[in-house]
């Protein structure tokens, strides 16, 4: 009855621990009870859990618990209630509420429990069985990787553990321990250390999965830096402790660092950069003794990150005292900004760590299947690990791709240059005439649309992902539209305007033009450089054999603009379509490039929630 458990092969457990809680309490009655007695429990279980499963029961459910992101889950208040002494505690206060409403975030307090995860700890204290680890939630992207011990597979154990502590399930906490002490062996120290935090907060419930963690990363070479932003004080404490027992000398290894280094972390944890550069000249570290790109790369904000790079004081390919590349840090934290910029500034895709895992394979395994496979909503944002990984394979291919592009699209590019000299000239040599007449031409102007809305609008409501990546490092916001100084085309008709100095304005809005110009070319080879599949599609837009009149204004009249207003309409629907074609088979196409690996998330098929393949 049970169907997240048909679903799961490389996830199964062997051993102990993989035995459901339910079978070893059948097997001690086996003796005292007979067949038929046996066959009414497990009949019960098959339907307290069908209670929970089927969406026919939701109308009996008498409360819910909401996850972060709003999804919730109905639940029965007198089962969990009769099953969970915690249960039965907060349900209490809320006996006289018709349908009573729980946020997870407020029941866990220390620590974030997903969506699946809550699922399966709920559907243990409804039937009394473990399932074994649903699939597309607990397997990475990477092909390769056996499943058993990637981050997706150790964050989903890690949740259902707190989530089972937080519970007062005690069975359910013993459980999930012993797994988690049979794989972490084979879990990378960095995903070693989450584990260790939980471990930590469930105190006494844990103490053997603690001590086998902190055991693990005192021999690893996870540095004091990374140890005291993930963990409690007495806990890194501890390790460097024992660490200088077993005769480590390694500085980063068993100390912090030096205090010229520790301002300069400082200066990237408050985003000021000119605090940084003051540092910096003083001599006494650089950079790259500081490994403070890696450090920014790590833990400081994405705009402060860029504003580093854009220093050019740093060697993108320098690696740490662990062998690994900047990028390989970026791949970690697993935000597509930071990877782009970092691409652009000449970081290689290709170098490796010491155990010969590149940036994109680093990527993957920390990508859950669920997510990278899960179809976007048109104008939806892609989810961020779906972005690192897309831009990480493009970074791999030939460099030539730097420069395909539609020769329509670049003619295009021409024909808007000049026609933004056009408007630069006409404006220069427009000092006599009225500020009204310079704001209709630069606003009503053709090329100004297709510059801010064909070559990046669209972009921002077809994949809004993407092409703020893409902005945000050609630094789009940094530059204005044409309009003349603090005047916006609402405030046309107002009857009180500031005054502006003609004699200055042609000079700053030429300036602002180029700027503009610049960031948006820059966005448009961004995109077709890091995001083909977006390009491609906006692409079949600039296709269009009237494009270059819709770029030109010349002398039209008022009818011809509203005619050109209209077909540029036309054009956006098409689009649409073009979008809406190229998603289903961008889909198609990642759905039978996983084959049977894919089991994209959680969700009900005939009446029942189950995990879908």
């Excluded at 339907?47 to 969406?55: K, M, W």
């Excluded at 932003?229 to 200088?244: G, T, W």
């Excluded at 854009?310 to 840090?329: E, F, K, P, S």
């Excluded at 939806?380 to 493009?394: R, T």
Aim: glycine fraction near 4%.
């Amino acid at each position: 009855m049970d169907n997240r458990a048909a679903l799961s092969d490389s996830n199964d457990f062997s051993g102990s621990s993989s035995i459901c809680c339910v079978a070893a309490t059948t097997e001690s009655l086996c003796s005292d009870a007979s067949p038929p007695d046996v066959s009414a429990l497990r009949r019960l279980s098959e339907n307290l859990e069908l209670a929970f499963e089927s969406s026919e029961f939701d109308y009996f459910a008498d409360a819910k618990i909401v996850v972060a992101g709003g999804r919730a889950v109905p639940v029965h208040r007198c089962i969990l209630a009769a099953r969970s002494a915690f249960f039965k505690s907060v349900l209490a206060g809320a006996r006289k509420e018709k349908e009573a409403t729980f946020e997870m975030k407020e029941l866990g307090k220390e620590f974030d429990v997903g969506y699946d995860s809550l699922v399966a700890v709920l559907g243990y204290l409804y039937s009394g069985r473990v399932g074994p680890l649903p699939k597309g939630v607990c397997a990475c992207v990477d092909e390769d990787c056996s499943h058993s011990a990637c981050k997706p597979a150790v964050d989903f154990m890690v949740e259902v553990l707190y989530a089972s502590f937080a519970f007062q399930i005690s069975e359910l906490v013993a459980l999930y321990q012993r797994r988690l002490i049979d794989i972490l062996d084979k879990v990378a120290p960095d995903d070693i250390i989450g584990v260790l935090s939980v471990a930590n907060l469930c105190s006494k419930s844990c103490e053997r999965l603690l001590a086998r963690c902190i055991e693990i990363i005192v021999k690893s070479d996870v540095d004091v830096v990374t140890l005291e932003k993930a963990l409690p004080q007495e806990i890194v404490q501890q390790i460097i402790d024992s660490r200088l027992e077993f005769g480590c000398i390694d500085l980063e290894s068993t100390s912090s660092p030096d205090k010229h280094v520790k301002r300069i972390y400082r200066a990237l944890d408050s985003d000021d950069v000119e605090l940084l550069r003051m540092l910096l000249k003083e001599g006494h570290t650089t950079l790259d003794e500081a490994y403070a790109l890696h450090y920014a790369v790590a833990f400081a904000d994405a705009k402060t990150t860029t504003e580093l790079l854009d220093l050019g004081l740093a060697d993108v390919n320098h690696r740490n005292h662990r062998g690994y590349t900047v990028l390989h840090i970026a791949a970690m934290r697993k935000e597509p900004k930071i990877i782009v910029s970092l691409l652009t500034k000449g970081a290689r895709p290709a170098d490796v760590t010491p155990d010969n895992r590149n940036a994109l394979q680093i990527a993957k395994r920390l990508t859950r299947a669920v997510d990278y496979h899960k179809s976007t909503e048109e104008g939806k944002p892609s989810p961020k690990d779906q972005l690192c990984i897309e831009v990480l394979e493009q970074a791999e291919r030939p460099d030539p791709l730097i420069g395909e592009a539609s020769v329509s699209l670049a003619m295009a590019g021409d024909e808007l240059r000049m026609r933004l000299l056009y408007l630069e000239n006409r404006v220069v040599q427009s000092h006599g005439i009225k500020r009204n007449e310079i704001l209709s031409s630069a606003l009503d102007s053709p090329g100004s649309v297709f510059i801010n809305l064909l070559q990046v609008g669209l972009a921002k409501l077809i994949f809004p992902m993407e092409a703020k990546v893409a902005m945000d490092i050609a630094q789009v916001d940094g530059t204005s539209e044409f309009t003349l100084t603090a005047i916006r085309p609402r405030n046309l008709a107002d009857t009180q305007r500031k005054t502006v100095d003609l004699n200055d304005a042609p000079f700053r809005i030429k300036e602002e033009y180029l700027n503009r110009l610049r960031a948006l070319s820059k966005t448009v080879e961004l995109g077709k450089r890091f995001f083909p599949r977006c390009s491609e599609v906006l692409n079949k837009i600039m296709d269009a054999d009237d494009l270059s009149d819709l770029a030109y204004l010349g002398n039209d009249t008022a009818e011809e603009r509203n005619l050109k207003k209209r077909r540029y309409m036309e054009l956006q629907d098409q689009l649409c379509k073009a979008f809406n074609e190229d998603k289903e088979e961008h889909d198609k196409s990642r759905i039978s490039s996983s084959s049977s690996s894919t089991s994209p998330g959680i969700g009900r098929t005939n009446g029942k929630r189950v995990w879908k393949g």
